[in-house]
């Protein structure tokens, strides 16, 4: 049984350690030890509110599902003490520097970095544009104005313009945007829209290659204690967790 230490017991992280299906959340650790302690007692899980002590812990994958700050902070250390990690908050690779030093620190303690699917379908196969040409790429990402924390009474654009651009202004609802970017290393124009009429996470990704053209359209239900993030996002982890050791590897 793969055994997992849990960073960031929000949303998605009851979610995951509520669903233990082919794993064991064996460690959970939250900046706010409330949410640690309360996902300890749903569990058993052993609940730290020291990080150093955490990554000494005894388990193998930590699976991130806290922030883009968390991921800055302690990605590095959980590397460096001999975890796989998965990293839910994608967005903190946008930056060319932080994410090479994590691959590099990784390949040195031949460890290994997931990027779950998140919230959309299909990232595995935009990594043929790591093979093949691929002209343009467009998320058109569509949520309500609460998730964006916004105040606004019509469909509005929130933001015009590059995924590395759009991710530090809104870091808790665009990660899919750079997680697009990741696997078909390509650059990505988003669109975000705040649409009053809108209760759910809808995206829409417009890809032109070598292969053909892509429209794919997900409208995703958002999760029961973060309308910000859609349950598919923890989904994705789920399904990553369980087939991470299987010997047979389906997609791209
Ligand atoms: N890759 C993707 O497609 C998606 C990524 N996400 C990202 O996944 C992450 C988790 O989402 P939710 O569970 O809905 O968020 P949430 O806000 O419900 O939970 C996050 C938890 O992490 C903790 N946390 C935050 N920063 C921390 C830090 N520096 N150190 C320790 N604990 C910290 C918080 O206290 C909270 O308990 C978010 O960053 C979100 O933006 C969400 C949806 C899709
Ligand atoms: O959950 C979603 O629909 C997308 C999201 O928040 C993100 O990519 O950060």
């Known amino acids: 049984m793969v055994r997992i230490g849990l960073l960031g017991c929000g949303n998605v992280g009851k979610i995951i350690a509520t669903h233990q299906e ?20 749903l569990t058993g899980a052993k609940p730290y509110s020291d990080f150093n002590e955490f990554i000494t812990a005894d388990f193998d994958i930590c699976v991130e599902a806290a922030s883009i700050v968390a ?27 932080f994410r090479e030093d994590l ?13 779950p699917s998140g919230a ?5 196969n935009l990594k043929i544009g790591q093979i093949s040409h691929i002209e343009s790429i467009l998320l058109r ?12 009474s019509t469909r509005t654009l929130a933001f015009k313009g590059k995924a590395k ?11 899919v945007s750079v997680a697009i970017a990741l696997a078909s290393t390509h650059e990505v124009q988003v669109e975000l829209w705040a649409d009053p009429d809108v209760d759910k996470n809808i ?3 417009f890809v032109k290659g070598e292969f053909g053209e892509l429209y794919s359209k997900i409208t995703n239900l958002p999760s029961p204690d973060n309308p910000a993030t859609s349950y598919l996002a923890a989904l994705s982890v789920l399904s990553l967790l ?3 050791n299987s010997p047979l590897v389906i997609g791209a």
């Open 22 to 41: 082919g794993f064991q959340v064996v460690g959970v650790f939250d900046q706010l030890h409330e949410h640690a302690a309360s996902l300890s007692e």
């Open 203 to 205: 995206h829409e990704i």
């Open 71 to 97: 991921v800055r902070a302690y990605a590095l250390k959980i590397i460096e003490h001999g975890k796989d990690l998965v990293i839910l908050s994608v967005g903190a690779l946008a930056d060319d520097a």
């Open 141 to 152: 990402t569509t949520k309500s104005p609460e998730s964006l924390k916004m105040n606004v």
């Open 242 to 244: 369980k087939n991470i």
């Open 165 to 175: 651009d759009c991710i530090k202004l809104f870091p808790k609802n665009i990660n």
């Open 120 to 124: 959309i379908m299909g990232l595995d």
């Open 103 to 115: 691959i590099s620190v990784a390949k040195e303690n031949r460890k290994r970095i997931h990027i």
